[in-house]
Antibody, heavy 120, light 107 residues
Framework: EVQLVESGGGLVEPGGSLRLSCAAS????????MNWVRQAPGKGLEWVSS????????KYADSVQGRFTISRDDAKNSLYFQLSSLRAEDTAVYYC?????????????WGRGTLVTVSS | EIVLTQSPATLSLSPGERATLSCRAS??????FAWYQQKPGQAPRLLIY???NRATGIPARFSGSGSGTDFTLTISSLEPEDFAVYYC?????????FGGGTKVEIK
């Protein structure tokens, strides 16, 4: 089955860190660029970060630049997101999403998401 | 940053009716534009890409049109499973941006 499964979310205090993982299966992970998109409770979608195939380049939203780091391990079919210096406004469901091969940066496969809650 | 403004925020319609959703970009995105559907508690699903192409498995009642700054998603005849929130997205420029969403609710 073609799927993405996120893990690693949880409750963390402001200023803390968390590492999210996304396990891919059912497709050739190394052939796809990947993304993280978040959704605050009751709010809309916000793109957060993207990584090209072969880790060719990474992009970040200004709101997380310098605090979050995206990476991938093609041998493990996994995408990662290191979250540091977390703030209350980072509270959201974080989705891992695949970029379509018919158009980079259209997101054609999504995981179910993992909830990150930043609170003391 | 390209800002996408969706209208209306909420659309109240009955099953079988036609739904017309709009999204306006703050600057031209050519046809590098997509629509997504999100149901409560679920991840978004890609419906339309390149402004007018249906993604795999998307029913023909969904259609997209537009280019430049003005885009429309039309659902020709609403089915019960179509009541959801719809988001637009552009990939013309970084950062990728989404619209604020249109909720299609049952009247």
């Amino acid at each position: 089955e073609v799927q993405l499964v996120e893990s690693g979310g949880g409750l963390v205090e402001p200023g803390g860190s968390l590492r999210l993982s996304c396990a891919a299966s059912g497709f050739t992970f190394s052939s796809y660029s990947m993304n993280w998109v978040r959704q605050a409770p009751g709010k809309g979608l916000e793109w957060v970060s993207s990584i090209l195939i072969n880790s060719g380049y990474m992009k970040y939203a200004d709101s997380v630049q310098g605090r979050f780091t995206i990476s991938r391990d093609d041998a493990k079919n996994s995408l990662y997101f290191q979250l540091s210096s977390l703030r209350a406004e980072d509270t959201a469901v974080y989705y891992c999403a695949r970029s379509a091969n018919f158009g980079y940066w259209y997101l054609d496969l999504w995981g179910r998401g993992t909830l990150v809650t930043v609170s003391s | 940053e390209i800002v996408l403004t969706q209208s209306p925020a909420t659309l109240s319609l009955s099953p079988g009716e036609r739904a017309t959703l709009s999204c306006r970009a703050s600057q031209s995105v050519s046809s590098y534009f997509a629509w997504y559907q999100q149901k409560p508690g679920q991840a978004p699903r890609l419906l339309i890409y390149d402004a007018s192409n249906r993604a795999t498995g998307i029913p023909a009642r969904f259609s997209g049109s537009g280019s430049g700054t003005d885009f429309t998603l039309t659902i020709s005849s609403l089915e019960p499973e179509d009541f959801a929130v719809y988001y637009c997205q552009q990939r013309a420029n970084w950062p990728l941006t989404f619209g604020g969403g249109t909720k299609v609710e049952i009247k």
